[in-house]
């Protein structure tokens, strides 16, 4: 069974590059066809999907968030790391990593708050 576990959630101030970490265990995150995705919840609001990298190491962004976000992965570690540059308030939500497989998000972490303000 695979199991994530996102981190690195917290307070950031705007202006500043926002780091998450999904570590991720019961499955190699090179393994073929998996794709980990990132997605976010502002509170009382509905989940937002930012990107996937998939096991390959390609990546795939939603437009909106394309100019600011961007992934790497460490196979060593089988971590996925999410990073947003330049955050506004409005980037204040739980973010949750998931496992892509057939065109659903197949597991999820349990999620990390991240709040952005001066």
């Known amino acids: 069974q695979v199991q994530l576990r996102e981190a690195g959630g917290g307070p950031v101030k705007p202006s500043q590059t926002l780091s998450l970490t999904c570590e991720v265990s019961?499955?190699?995150?090179?393994?073929?066809?998996?794709?980990w995705s990132w997605l976010r919840q502002p509170l009382g609001k509905g989940l937002e999907w930012i990107g996937y990298?998939?096991?390959?190491?390609?990546?795939t962004f939603n437009p909106s968030l394309r100019s600011r976000a961007s992934f790497s992965r460490d196979t060593s570690k089988n971590q996925i790391t999410l990073q947003l540059r330049s955050v506004t308030p409005e980037d204040t939500a739980t973010y949750y990593c998931?496992?892509?497989?057939?065109?659903?998000?197949?597991?999820w972490g349990q999620g990390t708050d991240v709040t952005v303000s001066p």
């Open positions: 998931a496992l892509f497989l057939h065109w659903a998000f197949a597991s």
């Open positions: 019961g499955a190699s995150i090179t393994t073929n066809p998996y794709a």
């Open positions: 990298i998939s096991y390959y190491g390609d990546t």
